[in-house]
């Protein structure tokens, strides 16, 4: 199947939308390229974190050599100053998939970032409530004066399934979720999950990759080795000559915080690797527990296949069997 069969996939009520996302290090970038080029596609990056140009190595952003001439999207578009949230992402992520639609392509969402890619495929609506700044300030005060983790703790009181959901660093999501429980009475896991039960507006298909847990955790800490080698700590100190400070959304990346902490002497550089090994892998556990309670998702154990071509002519019959008209 080439690129000009793509009409294959125009539907007229619901048009085609492929999500290509997993674990981190688990290999979605080399199959996304390749599946894109066999089916005129044009790839959304639904990562958090990659939307910040200068922040390559901690990233493992893709270079534009492995690129191979298919267009990327959501990549180098804040800088890291800048703050980036789920609601920007899906505005900026629909107006993507529209320029994409208008050229005749076909989007692939590829990124590990499950609310994001979640918040897209089913059109989530995000309640606004006024904002109660007295309180925001409060939990902020909490997060300074006492920790990440005592704010996290107040959460998992009140709303666990959120609390399983979001990492204790992800301070802006904690007082989002716990303002929204303080101004409504409701969980926002609650509320998530209602917005999950949506119809998609999309005819899509839904793949997570998948490895061994050992073979998974074996990737990751090469991948860390690697962009320590490849220079994450002068990147690091990049950003902060730039006038990056830790307090910013970008700064608190995993491998970023954590250089940060040792730069500041409040760790060895070694230990500060150990633990970006450490939520790295704890990050993929969270990842798995996001996907496996997603609705009409195909995982593909990449054990099962012999190589990556063998992956990739399976998600090309898939996709002629199940998204053509």
């Known amino acids: 199947m080439t690129g000009q069969e793509n009409r294959l996939y125009t539907m007229e009520n619901m048009p085609p939308l492929i999500i290509l996302t997993g674990p981190t290090a688990v290999g979605k970038t080399s199959l996304s390229v390749k599946l894109a080029k066999e089916i005129g596609g044009e790839i959304i990056s639904a990562d958090s974190m990659q939307v910040y140009r200068h922040m390559d190595i901690g990233t493992a952003k893709i270079a534009k050599e492995e690129m191979d001439g298919i267009p990327h999207h959501l990549i180098d578009i804040l800088e890291p100053t800048e703050s980036f949230n789920v609601m920007l992402f899906q505005e900026k992520c629909k107006q993507a998939i529209q320029e994409i639609y208008r050229r005749g392509n076909i989007p692939i969402l590829v990124g590990g970032t499950g609310f994001y890619i979640q918040s897209v495929l089913y059109d ?31 959460l998992a009181k009140i709303d666990p399934e959120a609390a399983e959901e979001i990492h204790p660093n992800n301070v ?3 007082i989002r979720a716990l303002e929204y429980y303080h101004q409504t009475g409701r969980q926002i896991s609650t509320h998530n999950a209602m917005e999950r039960q949506k119809e998609s507006p999309y005819r899509f298909r839904y793949y997570v990759l998948s490895l061994p847990r050992e073979e998974l955790y074996s990737r990751i800490n090469l991948r860390v080795d690697a962009m ?66 997603e609705r009409d998702v195909i995982w593909l154990e990449k054990e099962r296949f012999s190589d990556e071509n063998e992956l990739l002519e399976y998600c090309l019959s898939d996709l002629q069997l199940k998204l053509k008209n």
Not at 274 to 282: G, L, N, V
């Open 228 to 293: 320590r080698e490849a220079g994450l700590v002068e990147e690091v100190k990049k950003l902060l000559d730039m006038g990056c400070t830790p307090d910013m959304v970008s700064m608190q990346g995993l491998g970023y915080k954590e250089v940060i902490q040792a730069l500041a002497g409040e760790s060895t550089m070694e230990e500060a690797f150990e633990r970006i090994k450490r939520e790295t892998r704890h990050f993929a556990k969270r990842q798995f527990t996001w996907f496996r309670r």
């Open 124 to 154: 989530i609506s995000f309640t606004e409530t006024e904002t109660d700044t007295a309180y925001r300030q409060e939990l902020q005060q909490i997060a300074d004066k006492e920790g990440a983790y005592v704010l996290h703790a107040k």
């Open 172 to 174: 802006k999501r904690v």
